[in-house]
Every structure is written in structure tokens, then in C-alpha cells.
């Protein structure tokens, strides 16, 4: 069992910035592939962005590419998802996913675990 606590949300312009942190407990948290996935308003939630155990691998949906960076804290047993350039489509609760397995997986389902999620919202 591993448990997840997102932070960082909140209200950000458009173009602006926030990072956001996923905090795990319980099982060693090099052993999950950690995931970001957000859900807007009247929408199904979908796949952010994914690294694998090492952090050698990542991936990325192309709404956010080049904006975006997913990176992960072993020591602190906690992964970040960097969000530059935001724009109003940004906002949604985004969620922080694990799985135990070695890759970097894109699809909800492949996703064990999941935190309770932090609100992002981005004005124009």
C-alpha cells in the first residue's frame, strides 16, 4: 500500500506558474512509477504526465509538452509536476497516481493508487 498527498494547487494568470508535489507513504516509493493526471469540469480524467522508477523516463500528453516538467525525489519520496506557460485549459484537479511496475504508464487504469487531488486554476 502506498498513500499519496497532493499540495502546491491553486490559482495562477495565464502564463504564469506553479508547481505542484506529491507526497508518498508507506511502501518504498522507488519501487512505483508515478503519474499526473487532472480532471476538469463535466470531463473525464486524463493523463498528464508519467515517470518511470529511475526517473530516466517520462512522458508527457502533448497538450502539455514543453510546459510541463514531471520530476521525482527519492530521498523525500516525493514527485513534482512543474507547470510553466499555464493557460486557462490548464484547470482541473490534478491527481497524483502510482503503480508497481516499471514503466512509465499513460492509461488510469494501469494506476493502483491514487491521491485525493489539489485544484489548479488558471485565469485569463
Known amino acids: 500500500q502506498v498513500q499519496l498527498v497532493e499540495s502546491g494547487g491553486g490559482l495562477a494568470q495565464a502564463g504564469g506558474s506553479l508547481r505542484l508535489s506529491c507526497a508518498a507513504s508507506g511502501r518504498a516509493f522507488s519501487s512505483f512509477t508515478m503519474g499526473w493526471f487532472r480532471q476538469a469540469p463535466g470531463k473525464q480524467r486524463e493523463f498528464v504526465a508519467a515517470?518511470?522508477?529511475?526517473?530516466?523516463?517520462?512522458n508527457y500528453d502533448d497538450s502539455v509538452k514543453g510546459r510541463f516538467t514531471i520530476s521525482r525525489d527519492d530521498a523525500k519520496s516525493t514527485v513534482y509536476l512543474q507547470m510553466n506557460s499555464l493557460k486557462p485549459e490548464d484547470t482541473a484537479i490534478y491527481y497524483c497516481?502510482?503503480?508497481?511496475?516499471?514503466?512509465?504508464?499513460?492509461?488510469?487504469?494501469?494506476?493502483?493508487?491514487w491521491g485525493q487531488g489539489t485544484q489548479v486554476t488558471v485565469s485569463s
Open positions: 497516481a502510482a503503480r508497481s511496475a516499471y514503466r512509465a504508464a499513460v492509461k488510469l487504469d494501469e494506476y493502483a493508487y
Open positions: 515517470i518511470g522508477r529511475t526517473g530516466s523516463t517520462t
